[in-house]
């Protein structure tokens, strides 16, 4: 019923930022939590970031913290996600996903709604 669309990605250089934004549409109210997620070539898709729709719980991955930060405008129907410091590695196609249900880490995202990702470019 939720629907969700990336936008921001881009080419950029080692070192800069980046601000990644993921609209949802349709039934958002019964959105609990949404979520960021990158897929490397070849590679199976990892996680990024979350943020339940209180604002109040966000966590991140390892490889990010520090340097990404997820946000959400609960009028806008919108998350963001801020990154700083990009680095090479971070090269990546980038999916947002909206779930009626949120149970921290468990949460079953593969069941929620997904976009059709953006494309990040790092170069060095």
């Known amino acids: 019923q939720v629907q969700v669309v990336e936008s921001g990605g881009g080419l950029v250089q080692a070192g800069a930022s980046l601000r990644l934004h993921c609209a949802a549409s349709?039934?958002?109210?019964?959105?609990?939590?949404m979520g960021w997620f990158r897929q490397f070539p070849g590679q199976e898709r990892e996680f990024v970031a979350h943020i339940n729709w209180s604002g109040d719980t966000t966590y991140y991955a390892d490889s990010v913290k520090g340097r990404f930060t997820i946000s959400r405008d609960k009028g806008k129907n919108t998350v963001y996600l801020q990154m700083s410091d990009l680095k090479p590695q971070d090269t990546a196609i980038y999916y947002c996903a909206a779930t009626r249900f949120f149970t921290g880490c468990a949460t079953p995202w593969i069941s929620g709604s997904w976009g059709q990702g953006t494309q990040v470019t790092v170069s060095s």
């Open positions: 349709g039934s958002s109210f019964g959105i609990a939590a």
